[in-house]
């Protein structure tokens, strides 16, 4: 470090003696103060300018690392990757017939089948996915990988993300959003409250931002949930039934996402599709959803537990399978009409829809896990507790005639049929010999 070696070297060479007489000596021993004092200040300055150049390069070299890190993590950007994204979005019909979507949510469940649907009738799919952690990623990665099987490109990315959002909208005119990337789970709300918040609020309202700049505007089509009917118990539940009482937070934020999107038609002439799934089960599902956990345990010979509603009564869901779901979707984005603004401004009133897209059959829990232990040929150890305020609902119950008119929807599967084809993917995925006796 040089301003040390200054001073050391002072040290180390001092005048040579006798060369200076000894009335000189105090001149001398002034001198040499001065020099020290000299030696001591340039060294303070040296010390400075050194730290100073440290601080500099330090700093430096933290933006460089973290933008480095920024595009290693982001990993979206750059020519190759916008050319990923043109050619992923192209549809493969005849010109003007396919639809070219944005698809959040890509590597989830209802996310995965949906832009598969997509792809294999011939429209352009753009996928993105935050690949969170809330279930097993891999889960969401093997699905991504299915999606890259068939050339959808699933961008790894947030949907809170408003740059990625606008350049994804710059690259690409998108003529739909199919908006599916959301906090999910009823219960889980109690544990993290802010995640929903994050997701199905904050990210929902980034990308109609995104959506309404953008031109042409997409239609917009997002999943809201049958969770938002709340203490609702006139059965079966209609559109125009009350949602303004809902039992969880969850239910709370999807409720909220049907005002926003309501307000952003108002204003901006989005048009908006909001489609309330209710319960939807079936190959390559949610691993936090019973269906899928109790067939986990059940598997591993450990106990379920099942809540049952005030009075000891069952609780009860209209359980939609998949592929009954992925119609509906699809559906509506073809029946979609277009989105009225431009240039961020409303130019005419926009269509706004909400839809059940449910099964109209419930079945309950205990039913539920009985057609379970028949595919598996397993015996499930139950554990019967009482309903914990937890938020859920004791009973859904669709009310589809709205989606069956306007949009040709029809559910083809009942529960035992659909839970056989989610025991099969199931074993399989998992590696279960045929009769789910094979270690996990
Ligand atoms: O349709 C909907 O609106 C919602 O459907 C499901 O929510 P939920 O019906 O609660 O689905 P599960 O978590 O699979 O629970 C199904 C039933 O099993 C019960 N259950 C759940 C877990 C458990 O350990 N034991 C148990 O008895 C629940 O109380 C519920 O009655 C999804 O998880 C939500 O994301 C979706 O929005």
Redesign the pocket.
Known sequence: MPPLLVAEEDDLFPPTPGKFKTDHHHLHRHHRHLRRCFASTSATFMWALFLLALAASYLSLQGLLSSGNRLLASSWGGIQWEKQVRVSARPRRPAGAGHSVLVTGAAGFVGAHVSLALRKRGDGVVGLDNFNPYYDPSLKRSRASLLRAQKVFVVDGDVNDARLLAKLFDVVAFTHVMHLA?Q????YALENPQSYVHSNVAGLVALLEASRSANPQPAFVW??????YGLNDKSPFSESDRTDRPASL??AT?KAGEEITHAYNHIYGLSITGL??????GPWG?P???????TRNILQGKP?????GKNRVD??????YIDDVVKGCLASLDTARKSTGSGGKKRGPAQYRVFNL?NTSPVT?PE?VSMLEGHLGVRARRRE?E?PG???????HANISSARRELGYKPTTDLRTGLKRFVKWYLSYYGYSNHGKSAH
């Open positions: 959301a999910a789970g009823v219960r999943a809201s949930s049958s969770s938002v969850y239910a999807k309330r799934f209710f319960t939807v089960y949610r936090d959803m019973a269906y899928f956990s109790f379920i537990t099942i809540y049952r609780l009860a869901r209209d359980f939609t449910g829990v539920m507790v309903m937890n938020g859920d609902v004791p009973f859904t």
